[in-house]
């Protein structure tokens, strides 16, 4: 019989994670970090100690794991930094797009970057931070983001709470996700 929940624990916080179904048929452990103020305090509490050293901003694109980048600022006494998702008709400045596919969308995506948050982020020390790591696609789009001649950020990590699918040791993580 197939699993229909996976235990994960952070910390002293244990949860069961229902198994979904995900693009082209795959099933994984659906990670809401979301709606879960215990799992993102115990996530930021085990992740903040093991921020690269030298880094300057906590960076994400924007989505569930803000209550988790805010959080491990924080603790981290780090400015944090969120590019957007949806351009805002109050970006103020040249905004910047940077086109890219989410393994958990359907749709193509674009991150948005304003002056306010280039201006933040601009020829600093980054780490990314995320609840789940599954492709890489958001964090290359990042990368790209760090990259572009007007912001010249220095990109030190990434960091999640777990690694979906492929392990990825370059990745900070707390945990895994098995696909199944």
């Known amino acids: 019989m197939a699993a229909t929940h996976h235990e994960i ?18 099933r994984m452990a659906y990670f809401n970090i ?4 215990e799992i993102t305090e115990a996530a930021a509490n085990a992740l903040a100690p093991k921020i ?3 880094t300057e901003v906590l960076v994400m694109a924007e989505g569930k794991a ?3 980048l805010t ?3 924080r ?19 040249e905004v910047l797009e940077f086109p890219y596919q989410s ?3 359907t749709v193509a995506q674009c991150l948005y970057l304003d002056e306010e948050t280039a201006a933040l982020i601009r020829r600093k020390h980054v780490a990314v931070v995320d609840d789940v790591i599954s492709t890489g696609e ?3 789009a990042l990368r790209a983001v760090f990259k572009h001649p007007s912001v010249q950020a220095k990109f030190n990590r990434t960091m999640a709470v777990f690694v979906e699918g492929n392990p990825r040791p370059d990745v900070i993580s707390l945990g895994h996700l098995p696909l199944y």
């Open 75 to 93: 603790i981290a006494k780090l400015p944090i930094a969120v590019v957007r998702k949806v351009r805002k008709p109050n970006m103020e400045g």
């Open 71 to 73: 959080e491990m600022g």
């Open 66 to 68: 803000q209550g988790l």
């Open 34 to 37: 979301l709606n879960d103020w």
């Open 52 to 54: 690269p050293f030298g």
């Open 138 to 140: 958001t964090e290359r």
């Open 9 to 26: 624990r952070i910390g002293n916080v244990t949860r069961e994670l229902p198994i979904r179904a995900g693009k082209a048929g795959i």
């Open 103 to 105: 393994a958990s969308s």
